[in-house]
């Protein structure tokens, strides 16, 4: 079965610092990996995914994200943390042995920038 | 830009009604999703369709039916709405083409209420 775990409900920091949001992952093959956002009364934004190739995956808005496949781990970080950014985060997976299947999501982790 | 739109933001409706949300995609996507968000429990699939006139169930199906009749919606039914289905909707697309490697994208979501 595929899996997501986001172990943070919330994470705070100071703006201008790096920020950090963790997520690990299980699956059977390889793992096809996804951010999202999520503001105030709104739908889901697609942020950057991970398929192949390099590991550090850059995305909208600043953010990149590392897979660390001995970890099984797909951390969303920021270099310098914004007010802005502050927002409901989702990491999601699908396995590549299981082809075209619904993404699988995680519980998400609130993310609050402070001033 | 990929849009996917819900007919409504917001829904208040009684026990017992039955119950239709409606999702438009523009871009041709073959898959479609219903999801249901609450909070603590991140985002759990009802159902998911990856053609016309054909539905699968998700993790969660129990009081909800599913209509596709043209590629490009995909509706949502509850039968005889319940107080326990209050709830953020969320509608999602994708395309099959590079199967696994595409991500989905969300429309705004509904938010119904059941009193």
Known sequence: AQSVAQPEDQVNVAEGNPLTVKCTYSVSGNPYLFWYVQYPNRGLQFLLKYITGDNLVKGSYGFEAEFNKSQTSFHLKKPSALVSDSALYFCAVRDSLRGNTPLVFGKGTRLSVIA | ?115
């Open chain 2, 1 to 115: 830009d990929v849009k996917v739109t819900q007919s409504s933001r917001y829904l208040v409706k009684r026990t017992g009604e039955k119950v239709f949300l409606e999702c438009v995609q523009d871009m041709d996507h073959e898959n479609m999703f219903w999801y249901r968000q609450d909070p603590g429990l991140g985002l759990r699939l009802i159902y998911f369709s990856y053609d016309v006139k054909m539905k699968e169930k998700g993790d969660i199906p129990e009081g909800y039916s599913v209509s596709r009749e043209k590629k490009e919606r995909f509706s949502l039914i509850l039968e005889s709405a319940s107080t326990n289905q209050t709830s953020m909707y969320l509608c999602a697309s994708s395309v099959p083409g590079q199967g696994a490697r595409t991500e989905a994208f969300f429309g705004q979501g509904t938010r119904l209420t059941v009193v």
